[in-house]
């Protein structure tokens, strides 16, 4: 089994199970299980693991989300509907204390009003939305940068107080 720094947990919130069929003109035409399998493709190539998970109930995303330190190494979230209301989603965020990286199909701020907020966003160390299905994978490909910058940042850290 891949250690945590090599494991990334996707997951996908509220009715992203229809995409393909939901609203076309809105999140296109791809089918959630076509961005999961091209997410395991480019993690392959990046030389990291990637669980993906969806789940129309905050309640089984939040498990997750608490199950994820040490088994984790950073999230990709794409909270959908939850991204505007869910406090318990963003404390469980906050608690499990990774890596977070937002994610939306759509361009958020191009649409209605309530949807320009996001109570995800203050934790994430970035937010992409409007590429489609592209953005899941430069989230992942940017989460896996922010990882290793953070692994330099450490044996870096670790090789002065090994000089000191």
Known sequence: ?????????VLHGPN????????????GSTTLQEINASLQQRAASLGVAVDCFQS??????????QQAPGVYAA???NPAA??????????????????????????????EPFRHHSVISPLAR????????????????????????EEKKRLSSMHVRQQA
């Open 126 to 149: 970035g937010v992409i939305c409007g590429l489609g299905p592209e953005g899941y994978l430069l989230g992942l490909e940017a989460l896996v940068k922010i990882l290793q910058q």
């Open 82 to 111: 939850l991204t505007h209301y869910s406090y318990a989603l963003r404390d469980a965020l906050a608690a499990a204390a990774l890596p977070v990286l937002e994610v939306h199909l759509s361009n958020i701020f191009s649409r």
């Open 56 to 65: 129309n109930y905050e309640g089984a995303l939040i498990e997750r989300i």
């Open 1 to 9: 089994m891949e250690s945590a720094e090599k494991r990334i947990l």
């Open 75 to 77: 999230i990709l979230i």
């Open 16 to 27: 992203l199970n229809l995409l393909g069929s939901r609203e076309p003109a809105v999140y």
